[in-house]
């Protein structure tokens, strides 16, 4: 059997990086196919940062011309509402991350509601649903620019194909021109072609599975010869015996 080859030149939907280690951030800034980023409070958390409006607007000022996502982490609408407006001030190219729902799961369509009708481009994320998708649409502005990250590695985890809730989701947000669906939490490079294949405007991901790029399309004749030869180096390297 011949495996397809996929090829990333053919790609439409864009990569964005996700993640919260600055100096990272600025060097797959110099790569021209990573068309923006994304962060949240977890990110920065393990990445040890403290300040988090001083690290925001480090990320802003060294990444000024491409769009990246800050998260809101009040747990009420109007701390939402009062945050996400802060946070849309710190830059132009500032998409504020609001989650779908509070901690107790109640549905964030008022905060989201009124930040969209104040015109603050919203990424509206952790959606898990198309019934999700629909309430955010209704709860979003049509007029205005919007992002909606749906966790298709998330859904994975569970068991599920998230490749009909991609996309389905696609096919109701696409009913708009200014909102924009994201695959996010990838769990591996191949996430990147099915998010292309079932329409996704964005897929974002870490550099760990950015990384794998350059193995995009390589001979898997020699990628089995590589395998093989690093089990033998590192055994080797290790002084194994039997």
């Not at 009040?74 to 009062?82: H, K, L, P, R, W």
């Not at 205005?144 to 985890?157: E, K, L, M, T, W």
């Not at 009913?175 to 996704?200: H, M, Y």
Request: proline residues 5%; negative net charge.
């Amino acid at each position: 059997m011949v495996a397809v080859v996929p090829d990333v030149a053919g790609l439409t939907v864009e990569l964005f990086a996700d993640g919260a280690d600055l100096p990272t951030m600025v060097k797959m800034a110099e790569d021209p196919l990573i068309k923006g980023f994304t962060t949240n409070p977890t990110l920065m958390r393990k990445a040890g940062i403290s300040d988090y409006e001083a690290f925001a607007r480090r990320v802003l000022a060294a990444i000024p011309d491409r769009p990246i996502s800050l998260e809101v982490f009040a747990d009420d609408f109007d701390g939402m509402v009062e945050q996400a407006t802060k946070i849309a001030g710190w830059g132009p190219n500032v998409n504020v991350k609001v989650p779908v729902t509070t901690t107790s799961g109640e549905f964030c369509g008022p905060a989201i509601s009124a930040l969209s009708e104040a015109g603050v481009t919203l990424n509206v994320t952790a959606l898990f649903t198309v019934e999700q998708v629909d309430a955010v649409l209704e709860a979003l502005r049509s007029d205005v620019p919007a992002f909606i990250s749906v966790f298709a590695g998330r859904i994975a985890d569970t068991g599920r194909d998230p490749m009909p809730i991609m996309r389905e989701s696609a096919r109701r947000i696409h009913e708009r021109k200014d909102t924009r669906l994201i695959w996010a939490s990838p769990r591996e490079l191949l996430n990147v072609f099915q998010a292309d294949e079932v329409g996704c405007d964005i897929i974002t991901a870490t550099d760990g599975i950015l990384g794998k790029l350059g193995s995009v399309g390589k001979d898997l004749d020699e990628f089995s010869l590589d395998t093989v030869r690093m089990f033998f180096d590192d055994a080797s390297s290790a002084g194994y015996s039997i």
